[in-house]
């Protein structure tokens, strides 16, 4: 079985970042609530551990709904002012996915190594058992695909 099954690239994402988020489930409810009724689809999401009653809370959707997204995050800022959004496109998701990944010391590490070797920035990470994705700006999408490519032959 192979490690990696398959290497995607999804170009014109989004990333949204709530900074000083309120660290309750009420709150990230009522984000992705009004994310929901706004039509837009959330693709990855990442939250950093709370320091004392806040945390930071990421995630991506497509570049379609950028308008869209700058109505919610007014809407955001009313449920508390003290949230700091950043809005940045121009992103591409980079997806490394493989059975053959569950259970297999190293292959972060071999894929972190590749991107490194290019020095590839990294804005965003999002894992499962069989699935590594990253968030890069689009002027390393393609670089950052072959240099993974090139480590798993």
């Not at 489930?25 to 551990?49: E, L, W, Y």
């Not at 004392?52 to 308008?67: A, E, K, P, R």
């Not at 007014?74 to 990944?101: L, Y």
Request: some cysteine.
């Amino acid at each position: 079985m192979k490690i990696i099954e398959n290497i995607t690239l999804t170009e014109d994402v989004t990333l949204i970042s709530l900074q000083d988020s309120p660290a309750d489930i009420k709150t990230i409810s009522n984000v992705f609530g009004m994310i929901s009724n706004a039509d837009i689809d959330v693709d990855m999401i990442s939250q950093t551990p709370p320091t004392g009653v806040t945390t930071n809370l990421s995630f991506t959707v497509n570049s379609n709904d950028f308008s869209k997204v700058l109505v919610i995050a007014k809407e955001i800022r009313e449920i508390d002012a003290n949230i700091k959004i950043n809005i940045s496109s121009g992103n591409c998701k980079v997806s490394v996915t493989g059975d053959g990944m569950r259970g297999k010391p190293g292959v972060v590490s071999k894929i972190f190594s590749a991107l490194s070797q290019i020095d590839v920035d990294i804005i965003m990470i999002t894992t499962s058992e069989v699935d590594v994705s990253f968030l890069v700006g689009k002027s390393d999408s393609e670089l950052a695909v072959q240099a993974i490519k090139d480590m798993f032959k």
